[in-house]
């Protein structure tokens, strides 16, 4: 649907309170990935919903220049993903040894103590990340969650499209520490990047946006 020099990708679907299909997801997922490799995109997550074709024609209005400031700042570029598992380690107390119990325990509190913020040694990990990638991408955002084997840091950079193999081989030379685990993903559909910085991406409520 086109209004205002924008235009929306929309399905129609019925209403549901069931969870989708992957092959619902999966095939979303490629209708996005198809239109990001020949234009600016804002893709949203799956599930955004809006009630009539009317309502996506007053949010391309009333949202007109904050999407079109977005669909600007993502010209070109796309997304490219790291991903590092940290190993957890337990918390030795000096001259008392740790029971198998006790060090499961101990590795649990390393492994949720930081909640949402990097530990400072996992902090100094991606700055040498994205120091050593300086240059191949023009934002970055980071996220930590917990793992199976430890905690897991998100690193993401929106690249420019002609700047991926660059990213690439940049990347293949990352030494990272011992125990260590590194993922190189992408290109993608920016994903991470589909906001602006007061907004989360579902906010704007449509499948994607387009000019």
Same mark, same amino acid.
């Not at 120091?131 to 955002?141: I, K």
């Given at each position: 649907?086109?209004?205002?020099?924008? $235009?929306?990708?929309?399905?129609?679907?019925?209403?549901?309170?069931?969870?989708?299909?992957?092959?619902?997801?999966?095939?979303?997922?490629?209708?996005?990935?198809?239109?990001?490799?020949?234009?600016?995109?804002?893709?949203?997550?799956?599930?955004?919903?809006?009630?009539?074709?009317? $309502?996506?024609?007053?949010?391309?209005?009333?949202?007109?220049?904050? @999407?079109?400031?977005?669909? *600007? /700042?993502?010209?070109?570029?796309?997304?490219?993903?790291?991903?590092?598992?940290?190993?957890?380690?337990?918390?030795?107390?000096? *001259?008392l040894?740790?029971?198998? =119990?006790?060090? @499961?325990l101990?590795?649990?509190?390393?492994? @949720?103590?930081?909640?949402?913020?990097?530990? !400072?040694?996992?902090?100094?990990?991606?700055?040498?990340?994205? =120091?050593?990638?300086?240059?191949? @991408?023009t934002?970055?955002?980071?996220?930590?969650?917990?793992?199976?084997?430890? /905690?897991?840091?998100?690193?993401?950079?929106?690249?420019?499209?002609?700047?991926v193999?660059?990213? /690439?081989?940049?990347?293949?030379?990352?030494?990272? !520490? *011992? =125990?260590?685990?590194?993922?190189?993903? =992408?290109?993608?559909p920016?994903?991470?990047? $589909?906001?602006?910085?007061?907004?989360?991406?579902?906010?704007? *409520?449509?499948?994607?946006?387009?000019q």
């Amino acid at each position: 649907m086109a209004a205002h020099g924008l $235009a929306a990708v929309v399905s129609r679907v019925e209403e549901t309170s069931s969870a989708p299909s992957v092959s619902s997801v999966l095939a979303f997922e490629k209708v996005v990935e198809t239109i990001h490799a020949r234009q600016a995109v804002i893709p949203l997550r799956y599930g955004c919903l809006m009630e009539s074709e009317s $309502a996506i024609i007053r949010l391309l209005e009333d949202h007109r220049q904050e @999407y079109e400031a977005l669909l *600007g /700042r993502l010209q070109g570029l796309t997304e490219m993903g790291i991903r590092v598992l940290c190993p957890a380690r337990p918390e030795i107390l000096p *001259g008392l040894p740790l029971s198998p =119990g006790a060090a @499961y325990l101990a590795s649990l509190r390393n492994r @949720y103590s930081s909640g949402d913020s990097l530990a !400072p040694e996992e902090a100094e990990l991606a700055d040498q990340i994205t =120091g050593l990638l300086f240059g191949c @991408y023009t934002e970055q955002r980071r996220e930590i969650s917990p793992a199976e084997q430890g /905690r897991l840091i998100s690193l993401y950079f929106l690249t420019p499209k002609i700047d991926v193999e660059r990213f /690439r081989n940049k990347a293949r030379q990352i030494c990272p !520490p *011992g =125990g260590t685990k590194l993922l190189l993903s =992408g290109p993608w559909p920016p994903y991470n990047f $589909a906001s602006s910085p007061a907004k989360s991406p579902n906010e704007f *409520g449509i499948a994607s946006l387009l000019q």
